[in-house]
């Protein structure tokens, strides 16, 4: 079978693939079992060592990957090596974790207690097509630093970096086996890496629905399972904010990756004393976004992934949810879509309620803390958001109250390499990047050691 990969830019072939299906699948986890020995008895040094230079012959390809990734995903060039410079960051971040997976010791009688942090063995890890190689950098990086062998299956949409990561992988010294990119369908390769005996753990990252299914298979095995799934995130802006700066930063915490972004702010919360004057600005910004060619140095938004996508983001505009302004985009090849604001809308309004995934914000006024922190934990989504205010306590106490995993205060910014990420409620389960990532590709074992005769 072959995949024929397509440039959402363009609508043309940008590459054909021999498309794995069950049985790659199953070479592949055979692969990863059989490299898991040797990989975990390198030493906490060497694994940190190869990891290091992984990320340094990442670093060298960089401009190389951030072209592969604006053509296969239709992101901007900017946008793209900016990506580009965070798999890296993230590997060379791992590259310290081996030496600094500690245990404890624990105060008993007897003996002596103490804790390892084990790996878990074949790691299959599933990521979606809006941010190919960087999603796949937050799975695979920890999973290797924790000692995993790994079951890579991108995106069928966009599966080149995935595969260029192997490749650079293999020439950085990566042994054998111990990285495996299976490029198939999730309904077959998918399906079979959530439900096969030798993998120990899936780390998946899509949407809530292939998510609970992943769950669902992965049960069967008791598998370990982190997801990081949908959101519907809130951008509360008080009436005390620096309404220019919120009305300036909304518009790419919306339409950044064309909208199709797990974090996009896309329920903007507005104190309805200012809807006024923010509504001017935000539209004065809108207008001015540049949407276009991936390639070119301007661009600040793409295309959408798909035809088949862009048809479902069109739909929320069929509801009868009144458009406030609309940006501009191309006419022509390439599933471009513009920047459209819905608003003011009811916060039960389809458009307000379900992930859109594309370039549509909506604005919802409401009149007081209370009914801010309401309205914005009204989802079943809980993954990012944004409190704009000048009044510090607000920030600190509205923060705690919202049910969402990662929260940023006067600014848009949901991800760092250092810092944990991912979502409460139906976004998720575990967290990636940071420490904490390495907590879900390692086990806890306990060994006790008696030190006197019982
Ligand atoms: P998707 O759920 O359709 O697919 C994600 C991956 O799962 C793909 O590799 C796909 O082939 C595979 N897959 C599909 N069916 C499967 C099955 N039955 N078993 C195993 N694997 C299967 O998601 P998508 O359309 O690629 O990505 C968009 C979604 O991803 C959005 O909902 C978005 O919010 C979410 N997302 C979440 C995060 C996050 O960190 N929380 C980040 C990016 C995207």
């Known amino acids: 079978m072959t995949l024929t990969v397509i440039e959402p830019a363009t609508e043309l072939v940008l590459a054909e693939l021999p498309q794995a299906g069950v049985e790659q699948a199953d070479a592949a986890v055979a692969r990863a079992k059989a490299a898991f020995p040797g990989w975990r008895a390198v030493t906490p040094r060497d694994r940190g060592r190869i990891l290091g230079g992984l990320a340094d012959a990442l670093d060298a390809q960089l401009e190389a990957l951030a072209q592969l990734e604006a053509r296969n995903a239709g992101k901007p060039i900017g946008d793209a090596r900016g990506e580009m410079g965070m798999v890296v960051e993230t590997f060379r971040y791992y590259a310290g974790a081996p030496e600094r997976l500690l245990g404890d010791t624990i105060p008993v009688a007897g003996g002596i207690d103490m804790t390892f942090r084990e790996p878990l063995g074949v790691v299959a890890l599933i990521v979606p097509w809006n941010f190919p190689l960087t999603i796949a950098s937050w799975k695979v990086a920890p999973a290797l630093a924790a000692g995993n062998t790994v079951v890579l299956k991108p995106a069928e949409l966009t599966p080149l970096t995935a595969l260029e990561l192997e490749r650079i992988a293999v020439a950085a010294g990566l042994p054998e086996g111990v990285l495996n990119v299976v490029v198939g369908p999730g309904r077959t390769v998918g399906e079979r890496l959530t439900s096969h005996p030798d993998v120990a753990k899936v780390a998946f990252t899509g949407s809530t629905e292939v998510g609970r299914r992943v769950a669902e298979a992965a049960a069967a095995s008791i598998k370990r399972v982190t997801l990081e799934l949908g959101g519907k995130s809130a951008s509360i802006v008080f009436a005390d904010a620096d309404i220019e700066r919120a ?35 935000l539209e004065r910004h809108v207008l001015a976004l540049r949407v276009g060619d991936p390639l070119d140095e301007d661009t600040e938004i793409g295309p959408l992934i798909s035809s088949s996508h862009r048809e479902t983001v069109a739909s929320f505009l069929s509801d009868g949810a009144p458009v406030a302004f609309r940006g501009s985009a191309p006419e022509g090849p390439g ?9 003011p809308i009811d916060s039960q309004d389809r458009a307000a309620r379900e992930e859109i995934f594309g370039p549509i914000a909506c604005v919802i006024p409401f009149t007081g803390e209370e009914e801010a922190i309401r309205l914005a934990n009204d989802t079943i989504y809980g993954l990012s958001g944004s409190i704009w205010t000048r009044d510090g306590a607000r920030a600190l106490r509205v923060a705690r109250l919202l049910d969402t995993g990662v929260l940023s205060i006067n600014s848009n910014t949901s991800v ?6 991912g979502g409460f409620k139906q976004s998720g389960v575990g967290r990636e990047l940071g420490p904490h990532a390495l907590e879900h590709y390692t086990e806890v074992k306990n060994v006790y050691y008696a030190t006197e005769a019982s």
């Open 247 to 281: 009305a300036a930063a909304a518009p790419m915490a919306v339409f950044g990756n064309a909208g199709q972004d797990c974090c996009a702010r896309s329920r903007i919360l507005v104190e309805r004393s200012v809807l006024d004057p923010f509504m001017a600005e």
């Open 335 to 343: 599933y471009w879509f513009a920047p459209t604001v819905l608003g």
């Open 416 to 421: 760092r390499v250092t810092t944990p990420f």
